[in-house]
């Protein structure tokens, strides 16, 4: 599928930074919104109905993907996560600018549906650091911990099928590597390539 509107990718284990990183991007990107996904996975302390994620029970996730409701939808960590076609599609086609924020299994999906769309994967700087910020984050249970910690090894090891790989390790050299990728995409598409056709005509290139 093509669209006039740009599709980013982002996809991290657990704790990488992805949340906080694309937060700081959509403060700083006023053509970029977050897609709100769904998801099965009970809400955070901090967490708003509609903000974080639409929070839905398994057998409404279940209905909504038998409707076809979703462009992709994953397992991870034990709960299901999924982007629906009305978070994202008709941002897209006014040719407004979409991140999506989720694992590898629905990057790739996505991928496969919208093959201009960038894919780019956060690492942490070391497996301690990872620790360390799921730790400090204070969000999750140690047993939550220690699951998104094994799967961080299998889910790492997938980086090498994404367009671009980041490491956060100082958080403004991440953030600063985030908004390279999305102007340099933009100088390819979207907006200004439609100002770059109107040159183009101007001067008789087309
Ligand atoms: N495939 C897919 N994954 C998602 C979606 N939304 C979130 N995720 C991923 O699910 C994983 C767990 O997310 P979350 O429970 O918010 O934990 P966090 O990554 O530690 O903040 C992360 O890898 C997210 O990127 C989605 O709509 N589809
Ligand atoms: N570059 C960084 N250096 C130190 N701490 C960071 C950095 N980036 C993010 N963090 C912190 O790490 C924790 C996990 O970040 P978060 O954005 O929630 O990760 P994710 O969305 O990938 O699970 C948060 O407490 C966040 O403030």
């Given at each position: 599928?093509?669209?006039?509107?740009?599709l980013f990718?982002?996809?991290?284990?657990?704790g990488?930074g992805?949340?906080?990183l694309?937060?700081?991007?959509?403060?700083l990107d006023?053509?970029?919104a977050?897609?709100i996904?769904?998801t099965?996975r009970?809400p955070?302390g901090?967490?708003?109905?509609?903000r974080?994620?639409?929070?839905?029970?398994?057998?409404?996730?279940?209905?909504m993907v038998?409707?076809?409701?979703?462009?992709e939808?994953a397992e991870?960590?034990?709960?299901?996560?999924?982007?629906?076609?009305?978070?994202?599609?008709?941002?897209?086609?006014d040719?407004?600018?979409?991140?999506?924020?989720?694992?590898?299994?629905?990057?790739l999906q996505?991928?496969?549906l919208?093959p201009?769309?960038?894919?780019?994967?956060?690492?942490?700087?070391?497996?301690d650091?990872?620790?360390?910020?799921l730790?400090?984050?204070?969000?999750?249970?140690?047993?939550?911990?220690?699951?998104?910690?094994?799967n961080?090894?299998?889910e790492?090891?997938?980086?090498?099928h994404?367009?671009y790989?980041?490491?956060n390790?100082?958080?403004?050299?991440?953030?600063?590597?985030?908004?390279a990728?999305v102007?340099a995409?933009?100088?390819?598409y979207?907006?200004?390539?439609?100002?770059k056709a109107?040159?183009?005509?101007?001067?008789?290139l087309d």
């Amino acid at each position: 599928m093509d669209t006039p509107g740009n599709l980013f990718v982002v996809a991290a284990p657990s704790g990488a930074g992805k949340s906080s990183l694309v937060k700081a991007l959509l403060e700083l990107d006023s053509h970029l919104a977050v897609s709100i996904s769904h998801t099965t996975r009970p809400p955070r302390g901090q967490e708003v109905e509609g903000r974080e994620y639409h929070f839905i029970e398994e057998p409404t996730f279940r209905d909504m993907v038998m409707e076809g409701a979703f462009f992709e939808w994953a397992e991870v960590h034990g709960n299901l996560y999924g982007t629906s076609r009305i978070a994202i599609e008709q941002r897209l086609q006014d040719g407004e600018d979409v991140v999506l924020e989720i694992d590898w299994q629905g990057a790739l999906q996505i991928k496969r549906l919208f093959p201009n769309a960038v894919l780019i994967f956060i690492l942490p700087p070391s497996w301690d650091e990872l620790l360390q910020r799921l730790q400090r984050r204070g969000e999750d249970p140690p047993p939550v911990i220690e699951t998104r910690m094994a799967n961080a090894r299998l889910e790492v090891a997938q980086a090498k099928h994404f367009d671009y790989v980041v490491i956060n390790a100082v958080f403004e050299t991440a953030l600063f590597d985030l908004k390279a990728i999305v102007h340099a995409q933009r100088l390819k598409y979207s907006r200004l390539r439609r100002s770059k056709a109107a040159v183009f005509r101007a001067l008789h290139l087309d």
